[in-house]
């Protein structure tokens, strides 16, 4: 019945273009068989009696809205709640069923003059579909046959809206309007009654769906009267019901002398259902009978899922950003297709060929490197389709950087869209199975010289295998708006998915548009706050719940400036204790990460420019109110904001956030809404437009900026949410473990440089180091890197190494005097 009822609503709604509808299910064989449909109409609105007496919702509703309740339902006690429907079939208990949102067609209600009409908050929904009537055909009685047409204006305006029984909102009206309503004789009840319907009907035609005004519905139904005079001699008609509620003695039914008598087929009342029910549960909710109707929803939603088309989503991370994406994004395309998130290092390439459509989300690592489980071992499928294995990927990639490049620049002034292939040097075609379609979105940073490589040769590789790029890939720069360009990338790619596969019909594209709305972290002022806590994670877990790597505690032995005194160069030997964690146990050649630790002088700086700093040695957290579109309407509550984990205001920045990176030109513009000075506001309005210029002739820190424009009133939580993550520094190992075991060596080069400002800068991590003593420790995370061993290590070898090769040279210069060693 659920199923027949949700096609009809579905059917007659027509988005607004309504058609008239019946769907009749099995007649009655006797009194204790009945199929029957409790709700008066397939779309009510609830009401809800409070304990004052008064009544929310649509009063007409109230003992229907107590027995769903009763049944299980979950009333969000608003105004205008959508009721579910009890369904009885044969006989039995009624079941109840929620009507999915995207099937109710509502029309807010406004006015075409007055703009405070829409702050009344009304709307109705579109069909009125009769539910509780009884057919009588021929003797046979069908006691649940749905019926539906269109509203007329007054229907709504006058008996929904201006009955004294339902939402009766004359009065409410009538004040806005400013009337007169100490005496009736003013009319203000008739001037209020008609811009009401003025409204309604207004609102309708806006939105075009299908509505009719009682002028023209009387003399439609007077030209009915007159051809069924004609044809059959008479015409039975009920004169309460035909002539409108409004401006009666206008219209011609008025004055249409009228028989009401009975004439079969016909629709007659019935008794409410609930009077005369003999339950066969216990109180009327037999636990079996729920499950049943869940089990029974849920096959419904198996077959309308097994329709659609298929979209898998894969992502591969290296701090966990791509996954978060990849699931938001899968909350918006399950809308109107079957999507699925697999991460890459999962997803069995086999299955590529039978794929519909794939969306990739993927970050870039490091200079250019597949992230962490996008990489594969090279023996894991034996299929042609390795190819799209990352360690292929990684190969094939290199050789196109020069075509890649310029993609890059030449994607900024193109248009979206499927593109063709005249922008990649393609390495020849392909021989594997075709792919049909797909969409890459990469998330970079452009402090790299190799931004979205891996995401720009995943796209390439794609089209190579056949593949249609339904929409351009997209971009996100970490220091720039990354957020921001991934909302406008899944917008634009789920439509023209939708596009693509002539589903967008079906779809609300404005509803799945709030899946990106109810994940966005944009700051604002009333969004976020900080809580004190009274425990905070370990810096190593801290850290791991950040970047999503195992990070351990390394103890500094002996740190010895290389260059000697007079040289203006610095570059620092460090010896680390490893503490036995066999974690970091490591080849020559490999590579370690360092988590860095920003300056402190720079950090106590930028807690004096809070405007609410909390105490030094106070653990806080930061709270997001979180809104979600549920089917119990919106829900607020505040949520743990987890970019940041518990810890003082003085860990965070110092090693949590980059404090040290100029601020993007979206956090230059929060700056300017908080400045207090215009000619501040003014001033950072134009650097976040003059951007690059500014970033790269000055290069400053938080810091600066806030002390060249001291009006800016900085709240704690725009910092703690929006500045980037202090990412890793990634050195080569300078040493062996065959002769240092227990140790790792570093040789870190010291950067340093003058702003135009001539003020001195260093890199945060050689900032940091020099300051570490011999009970100190720094946090280190190996990363394995691709180094070829000498295979015959007796033997002479020669080697030139310029750069960071200088430090893998001496590890492995190292392991072969070991391996020499008898």
Same mark, same amino acid.
């Given at each position: 019945?659920?199923?027949?009822?949700?096609?009809?609503?579905?059917?007659?709604?027509?988005?607004?273009?309504?058609?008239?509808?019946?769907?009749?299910?099995?007649?009655?064989?006797?009194?204790?068989?009945?199929?029957?449909?409790?709700?008066?109409?397939?779309?009510?609105?609830?009401?809800?009696?409070?304990?004052?007496?008064?009544?929310?919702?649509?009063?007409?509703?109230?003992?229907?809205?107590?027995?769903?309740?009763?049944?299980?339902?979950?009333?969000?006690?608003?105004?205008?709640?959508?009721?579910?429907?009890?369904?009885?079939?044969?006989?039995?208990?009624?079941?109840?069923?929620?009507?999915?949102?995207?099937?109710?067609?509502?029309?807010?209600?406004?006015?075409?003059?007055?703009?405070?009409?829409?702050?009344?908050?009304?709307?109705?929904?579109?069909?009125?579909?009769?539910?509780?009537?009884?057919?009588?055909?021929?003797?046979?009685?069908?006691?649940?046959?749905?019926?539906?047409?269109?509203?007329?204006?007054?229907?709504?305006?006058?008996?929904?809206?201006?009955?004294?029984?339902?939402?009766?909102?004359?009065?409410?009206?009538?004040?806005?309007?400013?009337?007169?309503?100490?005496?009736?004789?003013?009319?203000?009840?008739?001037?209020?009654?008609?811009?009401?319907?003025?409204?309604?009907?207004?609102?309708?035609?806006?939105?075009?769906?299908?509505?009719?005004?009682?002028?023209?519905?009387?003399?439609?139904?007077?030209?009915?009267?007159?051809?069924?005079?004609?044809?059959?001699?008479?015409?039975?008609?009920?004169?309460?019901?035909?002539?409108?509620?409004?401006?009666?003695?206008?219209?011609?039914?008025?004055?249409?002398?009228?028989?009401?008598?009975?004439?079969?087929?016909?629709?007659?009342?019935?008794?409410?259902?609930?009077?005369?029910?003999?339950?066969?549960?216990?109180?009327?909710?037999?636990?079996?009978?729920?499950?049943?109707?869940?089990?029974?929803?849920?096959?419904?939603?198996?077959?309308?899922?097994?329709?659609?088309?298929?979209?898998?989503?894969?992502?591969?991370?290296?701090?966990?950003?791509?996954?978060?994406?990849?699931?938001?994004?899968?909350?918006?395309?399950?809308?109107?297709?079957?999507?699925?998130?697999?991460?890459?290092?999962?997803?069995?390439?086999?299955?590529?060929?039978?794929?519909?459509?794939?969306?990739?989300?993927?970050?870039?690592?490091?200079?250019?490197?597949?992230?962490?489980?996008?990489?594969?071992?090279?023996?894991?499928?034996?299929?042609?389709?390795?190819?799209?294995?990352?360690?292929?990927?990684?190969?094939?990639?290199?050789?196109?950087?020069?075509?890649?490049?310029?993609?890059?620049?030449?994607?900024?002034?193109?248009?979206?869209?499927?593109?063709?292939?005249?922008?990649?040097?393609?390495?020849?075609?392909?021989?594997?199975?075709?792919?049909?379609?797909?969409?890459?979105?990469?998330?970079?940073?452009?402090?790299?010289?190799?931004?979205?490589?891996?995401?720009?040769?995943?796209?390439?590789?794609?089209?190579?295998?056949?593949?249609?790029?339904?929409?351009?890939?997209?971009?996100?720069?970490?220091?720039? /708006?990354?957020?921001?360009?991934?909302?406008?990338?899944?917008?634009?790619?789920?439509?023209?998915?939708?596009?693509?596969?002539?589903?967008?019909?079906?779809?609300?594209?404005?509803?799945?548009?709030?899946?990106?709305?109810?994940?966005?972290?944009?700051?604002?002022?009333?969004?976020?706050?900080?809580?004190?806590?009274?425990?905070?994670?370990?810096?190593?877990?801290?850290?791991?719940?950040?970047?999503?790597?195992?990070?351990?505690?390394?103890?500094?032995?002996?740190?010895?400036?290389?260059?000697?005194?007079?040289?203006?160069?610095?570059?620092?030997?460090?010896?680390?204790?490893?503490?036995?964690?066999?974690?970091?146990?490591?080849?020559?050649?490999?590579?370690?990460?360092?988590?860095? /630790?920003?300056?402190?002088?720079?950090?106590?700086?930028?807690?004096?420019?809070?405007?609410?700093?909390?105490?030094?040695?106070?653990?806080?957290?930061?709270?997001?109110?979180?809104?979600?579109?549920?089917?119990?309407?919106?829900?607020?509550?505040?949520?743990?904001?987890?970019?940041?984990?518990?810890?003082?205001?003085?860990?965070?920045?110092?090693?949590?956030?980059?404090?040290?990176?100029?601020?993007?030109?979206?956090?230059?513009?929060?700056?300017a809404l908080l400045a207090t000075s215009d000619k501040e506001k003014k001033r950072l309005q134009v650097l976040s437009k003059e951007y690059e210029e500014w970033k790269w002739s000055k290069n400053p820190t938080i810091v600066e900026v806030l002390e060249e424009f001291p009006s800016v009133q900085m709240p704690s939580t725009l910092l703690l949410t929006q500045?980037?993550?202090?990412?890793?520094?990634?050195?080569?190992?300078?040493?062996?473990?065959?002769?240092?075991?227990?140790?790792?060596?570093?040789?870190?080069?010291?950067?340093?440089?003058?702003?135009?400002?001539?003020?001195?800068?260093?890199?945060?991590?050689?900032?940091?180091?020099?300051?570490?003593?011999?009970?100190?420790?720094?946090?280190?995370?190996?990363?394995?890197?691709?180094?070829?061993?000498?295979?015959?290590?007796?033997?002479?070898?020669?080697?030139?190494?310029?750069?960071?090769?200088?430090?893998?040279?001496?590890?492995?210069?190292?392991?072969?005097?070991?391996?020499?060693?008898?």
């Open positions: 019945m659920f199923n027949y009822i949700c096609n009809h609503i579905k059917y007659a709604t027509n988005k607004g273009n309504l058609r008239s509808a019946i769907t009749i299910f099995p007649q009655r064989t006797d009194s204790k068989h009945d199929f029957r449909i409790w709700n008066a109409q397939l779309i009510r609105y609830a009401g809800y009696k409070q304990p004052d007496g008064t009544i929310l919702g649509d009063p007409a509703n109230v003992e229907l809205t107590e027995i769903c309740i009763q049944q299980g339902w979950k009333a969000p006690h608003g105004r205008f709640d959508i009721l579910p429907l009890l369904l009885q079939a044969n006989g039995n208990d009624p079941e109840l069923f929620e009507i999915p949102p995207e099937l109710v067609l509502e029309v807010p209600i406004r006015h075409p003059k007055f703009e405070w009409f829409k702050d009344l908050g009304l709307k109705w929904y579109g069909l009125p579909a009769v539910s509780n009537m009884l057919l009588e055909i021929g003797g046979l009685e069908f006691s649940a046959c749905p019926f539906s047409g269109w509203y007329m204006g007054t229907e709504i305006g006058v008996r929904d809206y201006c009955d004294n029984s339902r939402y009766n909102i004359l009065e409410q009206v009538a004040k806005k309007m400013n009337l007169d309503m100490r005496k009736t004789s003013s009319l203000w009840k008739d001037q209020a009654l008609v811009e009401i319907n003025i409204a309604v009907l207004y609102s309708f035609q806006s939105d075009k769906v299908t509505i009719v005004d009682h002028h023209s519905a009387t003399e439609s139904f007077i030209k009915h009267m007159e051809n069924e005079y004609r044809c059959r001699g008479g015409c039975p008609a009920d004169w309460v019901w035909i002539v409108p509620p409004m401006s009666g003695s206008i219209t011609p039914v008025f004055h249409q002398e009228m028989l009401n008598y009975r004439l079969t087929p016909s629709f007659e009342y019935q008794p409410d259902p609930w009077n005369t029910h003999v339950w066969k549960g216990v109180n009327g909710t037999p636990t079996k009978k729920r499950a049943i109707a869940v089990k029974f929803s849920a096959k419904l939603m198996g077959q309308a899922m097994a329709k659609r088309v298929k979209a898998t989503i894969l992502y591969a991370t290296e701090t966990g950003k791509s996954q978060v994406y990849a699931k938001t994004l899968c909350e918006i395309f399950k809308h109107a297709f079957d999507a699925k998130v697999m991460s890459m290092d999962e997803y069995d390439i086999v299955h590529l060929e039978h794929e519909t459509m794939v969306l990739v989300v993927t970050s870039t690592f490091g200079n250019g490197d597949p992230p962490e489980n996008g990489e594969q071992e090279p023996h894991a499928h034996l299929s042609p389709l390795l190819i799209l294995d990352a360690v292929a990927v990684h190969r094939s990639y290199k050789v196109r950087f020069n075509s890649v490049s310029s993609y890059s620049d030449a994607r900024k002034s193109s248009s979206d869209g499927p593109d063709s292939r005249d922008n990649f040097e393609s390495t020849g075609t392909l021989h594997a199975p075709p792919l049909r379609r797909f969409s890459v979105f990469g998330l970079g940073s452009r402090a790299y010289p190799h931004f979205c490589a891996f995401a720009r040769a995943v796209d390439t590789l794609l089209e190579e295998l056949g593949g249609e790029r339904i929409l351009r890939m997209g971009e996100g720069d970490e220091l720039c /708006g990354q957020e921001e360009s991934f909302r406008t990338w899944a917008k634009k790619v789920f439509k023209a998915a939708c596009d693509v596969f002539c589903v967008g019909d079906d779809v609300n594209i404005e509803k799945a548009n709030n899946s990106l709305i109810s994940n966005d972290r944009s700051w604002k002022r009333s969004k976020f706050r900080l809580t004190y806590v009274a425990e905070a994670p370990e810096l190593t877990q801290g850290l791991y719940s950040i970047h999503k790597k195992r990070v351990y505690a390394a103890r500094l032995i002996t740190r010895q400036n290389l260059q000697s005194p007079k040289s203006s160069r610095l570059t620092i030997f460090l010896r680390l204790h490893t503490n036995g964690h066999q974690e970091l146990q490591y080849l020559p050649g490999d590579h370690l990460g360092v988590f860095p /630790g920003n300056h402190e002088d720079l950090v106590n700086a930028l807690i004096d420019r809070l405007e609410d700093a909390p105490p030094a040695n106070q653990l806080v957290k930061v709270e997001l109110l979180e809104e979600r579109n549920t089917a119990l309407g919106v829900i607020s509550n505040w949520t743990d904001e987890n970019r940041v984990p518990p810890c003082t205001i003085f860990q965070a920045f110092k090693y949590y956030l980059d404090i040290t990176t100029p601020p993007t030109p979206l956090l230059l513009q929060q700056f500045l980037p993550l202090l990412q890793p520094r990634y050195y080569s190992i300078s040493s062996s473990p065959e002769m240092y075991p227990g140790e790792v060596h570093l040789t870190v080069a010291v950067v340093s440089y003058r702003t135009r400002g001539t003020m001195l800068m260093q890199g945060s991590v050689e900032t940091g180091l020099p300051n570490f003593c011999t009970c100190a420790s720094t946090e280190v995370s190996k990363q394995p890197w691709s180094w070829c061993r000498w295979t015959q290590p007796r033997r002479p070898c020669s080697r030139q190494d310029t750069g960071e090769d200088t430090g893998r040279s001496s590890g492995a210069a190292m392991e072969s005097l070991c391996l020499e060693a008898p």
